[in-house]
């Protein structure tokens, strides 16, 4: 039998094997607590997911809130409580621009937050706000059927922005219910300042209280936008048209007044306006003043307050109206056919009319062909003072007249001192003789007071003029300063601007040749003191135009330089007195024929001498 032998490979060969399974073995068993991890993980998502599913218990506690909200709303509100569920009572604004003006509307009462102008500037090169940071509020306060008493700047409305044919409208509801709701509605159109505007309800018939009149409140402090405070406040009014065509304006206080169909906050050159289609019955306005003086560097000029009582019909609102936020340009308020033109402060009567179809069209030319607005100005000065210029030749012909009978008239009153009557009808005499008179002096001076006044309120007014410069005046519209003094003179300011000085040296030479040569006369008892008037005049230029838009010190200026030299001209080439004292001596060989009213006052006169002699004896 053949004897068994261990094979000693193989051995190694099973424990080698063996080994490399027990390793395996042992590297691929999971660990305990990795698998407790695991497991926990998933239980803990699967609960989360379980927690999200609709029908689970947290969603109903948010539902049970959220009738909780609306029942704690409605407690304060009544019906309108169901507007501060909405997303919209979180606050917020919507923002509708176009190339000119761009609004920002709160849902928070519904109103413009933030107007801008686009295309201005102020005089420290900050943009133009209208409104901005809570300047100004729009807020209706009516009553609910319930006892109500609320205000539409604390409840909040729901922004619907959409665009039709280029134009974007928001509707901003205060609802009641999804089709229950009071709307204003904005629509702004490319390229425009003025936007449209309504103010409706819808359903709320039975929730407003008809008995008692809803009141539209619309107030606003006006931001400063020019150098000057107190010239810019000086054309910064409350400006409303009633009736119509009727218009009024309250620069300080209170005032009321019916059939109102717009009312315009001025801002010298911006004004903040609503129209209304429908005129409100009535209206309460109110003005204060914010502007003590020069030295006090306030950013606002004035507060404006309008108080409206709004119609309901048939328990609903319903009026059609329109905001303007832009410039107070007269061609952009006229070009919309509403009275606008009004708001411009040119002149009552013939003075606003001769503005509006003369000089706006004249000056409106002229800027249009000539390289700057400061020459536009003097070339319309030199064409007004040329067509003028007869009146100016009669004046000065009169003077002329007067100086030469001077002597004989200085007889006259030396001859009848004792008796002003007879003093009297011979002067009248003289006069009528030599065909001279005091007041063909006058009326030539009359004639131009209106052209004078229409251009005194035309240049202050003139939109164009803004932040135009010329020579050393970086802004027509406003004073024209060379120097800045350290300390502030009264009723002067605190700088000195050069356009007034040299008017002010104009009209002194003026005065010099028109009042030195009358000079004795003005002594009389009875007649103004002429030395004096001549250095008043040029002072009063001096102080009170020192803070005036330099465009107008410039007219001014160029139309006394133009009229001396005009006076120049025709007391040196074409009045010779020795003439004028010939014809005047003949005049008075030739018999004069009286017409009736110089016939009869003359006969009045020697009846009232007859009667002086008869008391006497």
Known sequence: MEE???????????????GILLWMLYNNTPDETEAVDETTTEQVQQNTQESQTPDNQPESKTAQNDSTSLADAQRRLGAFGYSETLTSAQGGTTTISNDVLELKISNKGGYIEEARLKNFKTYDSLPVHLIKDGNASLNMTFSTTDGRTLN????????????????????????????????????????????????RSQGLTSVLNSA?????????KGYRHAKSISYENRYTDLIYEYDGDDDGSVSSGDEEEE?????????????????????FKTSTF???????????DTVFTKTFASTIPLELKAGELNYSMNWYYGPSDYKILNDYDRNLDEIIPLGWGIFGWINKYLFIPFFAFLAGVLPSYGLAIIAMTIVVRIVLSPVTYKSYLSQAKMKILRPEINELNEKY???????????????????????????????????????????????QLRQKSFLWADDLSSYDTIAQLPFTIPFYGDHVSLFPILASIAIFIYMMMTTGQNMQA?????????????????LI???FFNNYASGLSLYYFTSNLITIGIMLVIKYAIIDEDKIHAKIQENKKKPKKQNRFTKKFQEMMEQAEEQQKKQKR
Not at 212 to 220: F, G, I, R, S
Not at 286 to 296: A, G, P, Q
Not at 429 to 454: E, R, T
């Open 522 to 538: 003005s002594q009389q008892p009875g007649m103004p003191n002429m030395k004096f008037l001549m250095y008043l005049s040029p």
């Open 4 to 18: 068994k032998k261990i094979d000693i490979q193989s051995i190694i060969g099973f424990i080698l094997i063996g």
């Open 259 to 279: 059939n109102i169909s717009y009312i315009a906050y001025r801002q010298h050159f911006f004004s903040s306006i609503l129209l209304t289609d429908n005129p």
């Open 541 to 543: 230029m001096l102080i």
């Open 212 to 220: 008692e009149t809803p009141v539209l409140d619309w107030k606003l």
């Open 417 to 463: 001192k004792d008796n002003a009557m007879k003093k009297q009808q011979e002067t009248m005499k003289l006069y009528s003789k030599a065909g001279a008179s005091p007041m063909s002096g006058c009326l030539p001076a009359l004639m131009q007071i209106p052209v004078f006044y229409a251009l005194f309120q035309f240049f202050p007014s003139a939109f």
């Open 152 to 199: 539409t700047e604390n409840l909040y409305f729901e922004p619907s922005l959409t665009e039709s044919n280029g134009n974007q409208i928001l509707s901003m509801k205060l609802k009641v219910s999804e089709d229950e709701y009071l709307e204003y509605r904005y629509a702004m159109r490319p390229g425009e300042y003025m936007l449209d505007f309504s103010i």
């Open 286 to 296: 109110e003005v204060e003043n914010l502007v003590e003086d020069e030295e006090v």
